[in-house]
């Protein structure tokens, strides 16, 4: 069964300190890997994906596929980072075009 | 501008009411999706569309019925509203675009709709 999950529910870390943010899925076949951010009073939007190995807004993602793990890291955290993160695997195999959400973690990062 | 929209952004409304959630998108995109959302929590999806006259059901059971008669515009709507109803949904549309390292299906969010049943 296709599942994603996000240990952390809630992070605090200190601005300046580096913070990750867990992902792990279980799904068949190479799954397509995104993570979402969703700022205070805005809307859900897409952060970076794993094929693009860039680096968005100082985050970078980690996909290993012998622990099923695509974690979410940045060096040095800063106040506008907090935020709710979702990390969203989508099947390459499905017959739709249909994208998993995790529960979310939500980022506080404290002055 | 194109843009997904979503009306209306709040609604209080009483037990037993019919209601409808529209959403509109001018993206010119096929695949549309509706999520419910508690405050702080998970998204689950409850409806989505591969394009007019294609609706199908999300992985959360939903007592929500959709409709898909134009590429743009797939409202949601609760027949009988309950308190058990009271949450955030969301309105999705996503297309297959350009990014490093290749062309990614990416998902394009409404402001949502925040519903309260009393």
């Known amino acids: 069964a296709q599942r994603v999950t996000q240990p952390e529910k809630l992070l605090s870390v200190f601005k300046g300190a580096p913070v990750e943010l867990k992902c792990n899925y279980s799904?068949?076949?190479?799954?397509?890997l995104f993570w979402y951010v969703q700022y205070s009073r805005q809307r859900l939007q897409l952060l970076l994906r794993?094929?693009s190995r860039e680096s968005i807004k100082g985050f970078t993602a980690d996909l290993n596929k012998g622990e099923t793990s695509f974690h979410l890291k940045k060096p040095f955290a800063q106040e506008e980072d907090s935020a709710m993160y979702y990390c969203a695997p989508r099947g390459r195999k499905t017959s739709y075009d249909k994208v998993i959400f995790g529960p979310g973690t939500s980022l506080s990062v404290i002055p | 501008e194109a843009d997904i929209y979503q009306t209306p952004r709040y609604l209080v409304i009483g037990t037993g009411k019919k209601i409808t959630l529209e959403c509109s998108q001018t993206m010119g995109h096929d695949k549309m999706y509706w999520y419910q959302q508690d405050p702080g929590m998970e998204l689950h999806l409850i409806h989505y569309s591969y394009g007019v006259n294609s609706t199908e059901k999300g992985d959360l059971s939903s007592e929500s019925t959709v409709s898909r008669i134009r590429t743009e515009h797939f409202p949601l709507t609760l027949e009988s509203a309950r308190p058990s109803h009271t949450s955030q949904y969301l309105c999705a549309s996503s297309e297959y675009i350009g990014l490093a390292g290749g062309r990614g299906l990416v998902q394009f969010f409404g402001p949502g709709t925040r519903l309260t049943v009393l």
């Open positions: 794993h094929i």
């Open positions: 799904y068949s076949g190479s799954p397509e």
